[in-house]
């Protein structure tokens, strides 16, 4: 049974940084080769947007507004997929979830319909 368990939402003030942290169980990105894990987000009143997707062939893609500022890892003997987030916006302000797409088709894309499992999601707030 697939799952995923995000944590490391927070409040930060403009500028500031956070790591969200997702944990992967009932597969793994290293065994499972097409497989993927992304990071999405949603702020009220807005439809749920990607961040950033990594696929198990290590190759990570990030939406352009975060790109210089997030950083995907996946940590394999955690099995767990990280984002580091610099230089927090206000415009950053979302709850953040992570999904997987598994088994997979071997592409990971940007775009939320393609994944089959989601995590609870954290919160991010970001203070002006």
């Not at 927070?10 to 997702?22: D, E, K, T, Y």
């Not at 992967?24 to 950033?52: D, H, I, M, T, Y």
């Not at 610099?86 to 319909?113: H, K, R, W």
Request: glycine share 12%.
């Amino acid at each position: 049974q697939v799952q995923l368990v995000e944590s490391g939402g927070g409040s930060v003030r403009s500028g500031g940084s956070l790591r969200l942290s997702c944990a992967v169980s009932g597969f793994s990105l290293l065994v499972n080769r097409n497989s993927c894990v992304g990071w999405f987000r949603q702020a009220p009143g807005k439809q749920r947007e990607a961040v950033a997707t990594i696929g198990s062939d290590g190759k990570v893609d990030y939406r352009d507004a975060v790109k210089g500022r997030f950083t995907l890892s996946y940590d394999s003997a955690k099995n767990t997929v990280g984002l580091q987030m610099n230089s927090l916006q206000p415009e950053d302000a979302a709850m953040y979830f992570c999904a997987a797409e598994y088994p997979g088709t071997g592409y990971c894309v940007l775009i939320a319909s393609y994944y089959d499992y989601w995590g609870q999601g954290t919160q991010v707030t970001v203070s002006s």
